[in-house]
């Protein structure tokens, strides 16, 4: 009888075991699928006190990577950055930010970089766009040696005073090197370091690169962010 009640016992311990690991293996098998269908995050930006368009509680991100003295950055900006605008900027669907990856020269590029994050930092948001805008319309298609000198102080002081007043232009040419506004533009470039980003423009879309190259598909990959 003893024997009969340890086998009984030993039976419901096996059950109990089986129905345990079933249970975990369902569990175990539930999880891939969540993980398996779960879509992939974009890199995770730090976007505080970088210069932005759009509203505040758009859902999508997108990051422009760009060099003042790069022409395709100037032809992105002349060409591909309003559709961007009028489809999601000014509709309230994505925010556009831009962050500095000045290589093209290593004075000129990286002068006109810092130079704009002290426009951001002292005069604001607004007029770090039109700025930004008005110092790509005035950079020449040719940007090679002969115009190695093109991003000088004077040179960016002098396109500043067209957006802003003239004590705002020389306020900011009389702090833009100090190390703060340096340390902004080395944070972007710890992105371009960390992303291995090796061009200008390059474009992210809530963190995720876009690969594509017509703007249709660029659409179709903001839209589906947006979802």
């Not at 997108?62 to 950055?73: R, S, T």
């Not at 298609?141 to 005073?161: A, C, I, Y």
């Not at 423009?201 to 190259?213: A, L, S």
């Amino acid at each position: 009888m003893a024997k009969k009640q340890k086998k009984t016992a030993k039976k419901k311990q096996t059950s109990k075991f089986l129905y345990w690991m079933i249970g975990l293996v369902a569990v175990c098998i539930i999880g891939l699928v969540i993980l398996a269908n779960k879509p992939k995050d974009g890199f995770d930006f730090d976007y505080k006190d970088q210069p932005f368009l759009g509203e505040e509680a758009a859902d999508v991100n997108i990051v422009e990577f760009g060099d003042y003295k790069c022409p395709v950055c100037k032809s992105f900006n002349q060409s591909f950055f309003p559709l961007i605008e009028k489809d999601f900027i000014n509709t309230g669907k994505a925010k556009f930010y831009f962050m500095n990856y000045p290589f093209i020269h290593p004075v000129d590029s990286t002068r006109a970089a810092v130079f704009a994050e002290a426009v951001y930092a002292e005069l604001g948001n607004d007029t770090f766009w039109k700025f930004h805008e008005l110092l790509y319309e005035k950079q020449p298609d040719d940007t090679s040696k002969e115009n190695v000198e093109l991003n000088t102080e004077e040179f960016l002081t002098d396109t500043l005073k067209e957006v802003t007043s003239k004590e705002n232009a020389e306020k900011v040419a009389s702090v833009y090197k100090e190390e703060n506004y340096q340390k902004r533009v080395d944070k972007d470039l710890s992105y371009v370091d960390t992303l291995n980003i090796t061009g200008t423009p390059t474009i992210y879309v809530n963190g995720v690169k876009f690969e594509g190259k017509t703007y249709d598909e660029f659409r179709e990959m903001v839209e589906k962010a947006s979802k």
